[in-house]
T-cell receptor, first 112, second 111 residues
Framework: DPKIIQKPKYLVAVTGSEKILICEQYLGHNAMYWYRQSAKKPLEFMFS???????DNQTASSRFQPQSSKKNHLDLQITALKPDDSATYFC???????????FGPGTRLTVL | GDQVEQSPSALSLHEGTDSALRCNFTTTMRSVQWFRQNSRGSLISLFY????TKENGRLKSAFDSKERRYSTLHIRDAQLEDSGTYFCAAGGAGGNNKLTFGQGTVLSVIP
């Protein structure tokens, strides 16, 4: 059974629209993250949350807003979408202070 | 910011041969994690190291415990299913698990 679920797997959006990327983890971890992978850049860190609180934000644009409704959920809302936002967005989780980071399967977003 | 330099960028290996991938950090790092990204795009964690070495089957990884600025991933007896893109990612000194990724090594194992 998948331990980190991301929905949807593929997403196509038009410029200017808004989308929400869903992430749930069933590893019992207390920290969750969002990373982005695009053709032009290596995997890059976006946000980290610990116990549902924002710990680190490396995304310059306020168009990207994480939302944590439950301890094991960290969704990503993206508003006013641009073609440059096209990328695969990975959710990840870890237990702080212990071991490594585990990644979900990703949501591949294409903005037309 | 912290930089992670990964080499080589691409590598072709014949089945049954051995090789090593390398990762250099421009500053001291707390930990390193190695991943393989398969053809479906999934990131599979291979090793997490805070120091020393770990081995799993034909794969072995080491993290320089002294300077904490260098890590290697050794592949022994390469098989076709080892093909994929390998990433190293450094965990910073801040105590959180924010990872800084290298550019990746595209590994092709050929018969």
């Amino acid at each position: 059974d998948p331990k980190i679920i991301q929905k949807p797997k593929y997403l196509v959006a038009v410029t200017g629209s808004e989308k929400i990327l869903i992430c749930e983890q069933y590893l019992g971890h207390n920290a969750m993250y969002w990373y982005r992978q695009s053709a032009k850049k290596p995997l890059e860190f976006m946000f980290s949350y610990s116990y549902q609180k924002l710990m680190d934000n490396q995304t310059a644009s306020s168009r990207f807003q994480p939302q944590s409704s439950k301890k094991n959920h960290l969704d990503l809302q993206i508003t006013a979408l641009k073609p440059d936002d096209s990328a695969t967005y990975f959710c990840a989780s870890s237990q702080e202070g212990l071991g490594g980071v585990y990644f979900g399967p990703g949501t591949r977003l294409t903005v037309l | 910011g912290d930089q992670v330099e990964q080499s080589p960028s691409a590598l072709s290996l014949h089945e049954g041969t051995d090789s090593a991938l390398r990762c250099n950090f421009t500053t001291t790092m707390r930990s390193v994690q190695w991943f393989r990204q398969n053809s479906r795009g999934s990131l599979i964690s291979l090793f997490y190291l805070a120091s020393g070495t770990k081995e799993n089957g034909r794969l072995k990884s080491a993290f320089d415990s002294k300077e904490r600025r260098y890590s290697t991933l050794h592949i022994r007896d390469a098989q076709l299913e080892d093909s994929g893109t390998y990433f190293c990612a450094a965990g910073g000194a801040g105590g959180n698990n924010k990872l800084t990724f290298g550019q990746g090594t595209v590994l092709s194992v050929i018969p």
